[in-house]
Structures are given as structure tokens and as C-alpha cells.
């Protein structure tokens, strides 16, 4: 006959908890949701109307913004599921409470719209580094989330203002 072990080890049914997002994390995470979706709005915005020198190397490149935050949106919406949080993004949501400035409306020429987007990114960066702030003490997981997505927006950041410097 097969006798019950006794465990010393196993935890209890009770015993057992998930992590999750402080209301302040969940804050600080929704705010990097709405930014980053304003950012991928006004990439399209810029991809469709920028007009003159360089076009078509900058109308790509906005492209590659537009990816990078588009799918940085999932991964930080999807990170809030993970934790309990419940992600807002409706448009009417995004544009109460982003931090990006307004896009300007109309055909724009090459080297405004990389100026324009220039700021936009670095606004969406400030956000997600104040953010990742928070995530430091709380979850570092989600710090290294944030880590990745700033290091990629960081560098298309880059690779866009390059194309208004002078040497
Ligand atoms: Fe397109």
C-alpha cells in the first residue's frame, strides 16, 4: 500500500499568490499605453502627409516608428493584463489624457515632420522612462519591458533627428 509523503516543501493552496500592479504602477503603465498609441496615430498621420526632400526614405522610416509603437502598445497593454490591470485604449481616452502634443494637420515638408516627430518621441520616451522608474522598486520584469522599449524608440529617435543635423 502507497503511503501519503509528508512535504515540508509544498506550498498550500492558500499559500499561493500572483503579482500584482500597485493602482500607481497600473497609472504609470496606462499613461504609457495612451502615449504610445498617440505616437503610432500621429506616425501614420506624418507617414501620409509629409511632402519634398528625402520623401520616400523618410515615409518609410515613419513606418518603422509606427511598428515599433504600435506593437510596444500590445506588449505594455498585455503586461497590464498580466498584473490584473485593465488597459484603456479607447480613442476617446487617448485623447484626454496623452502627453504628446498635437500633430499639425496638412501636408508637412520632410524636415518639419522629422522635428515634429523628433519631440513626439522623446515626450512618449519621458513618459516610459518615468515609468520604469516606478517599475524599478515595484517589478523589475516590467522595468526590463520598459528597458527594451525606451532602447528601441531611443534609437529611432536617432535615426531620425540625424536627418536635420549639419556638420
Ligand atoms: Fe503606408
Not at 504609457?32 to 518609410?60: P, S
Not at 522629422?114 to 520604469?132: H, I, S
Amino acid at each position: 500500500m502507497i503511503m501519503g509523503t509528508t512535504s515540508k516543501t509544498r506550498r498550500t493552496e492558500a499559500e499561493v499568490t500572483s503579482f500584482q500592479a500597485s493602482p500607481e504602477l497600473s497609472a504609470s503603465l496606462q499613461q504609457v499605453l495612451v502615449d504610445l498609441i498617440e505616437l503610432h496615430l500621429q506616425g501614420k498621420q506624418a507617414h501620409w502627409n509629409v511632402v519634398g526632400t528625402n520623401f520616400r526614405d523618410l515615409h518609410l522610416q515613419l513606418d518603422e516608428i509606427v511598428d515599433a509603437a504600435r506593437e510596444g502598445s500590445d506588449t505594455i497593454a498585455e503586461r497590464m493584463r498580466a498584473l490584473d490591470a485593465v488597459p484603456d485604449g479607447r480613442s476617446d481616452t487617448v485623447v484626454a489624457t496623452t502627453t504628446l502634443p498635437e500633430f499639425p494637420a496638412y501636408e508637412r515638408n520632410t524636415g518639419e515632420v522629422v522635428d515634429l516627430m523628433t519631440t513626439r518621441l522623446y515626450a512618449a520616451v519621458g513618459t516610459m522612462r518615468a515609468a520604469r522608474g516606478r517599475a524599478d522598486d515595484e517589478d523589475p520584469i516590467t522595468a526590463d519591458i520598459l528597458h527594451q522599449l525606451i532602447e528601441g524608440l531611443e534609437k529611432q529617435a536617432w535615426l531620425l533627428k540625424a536627418e536635420n543635423w549639419k556638420v
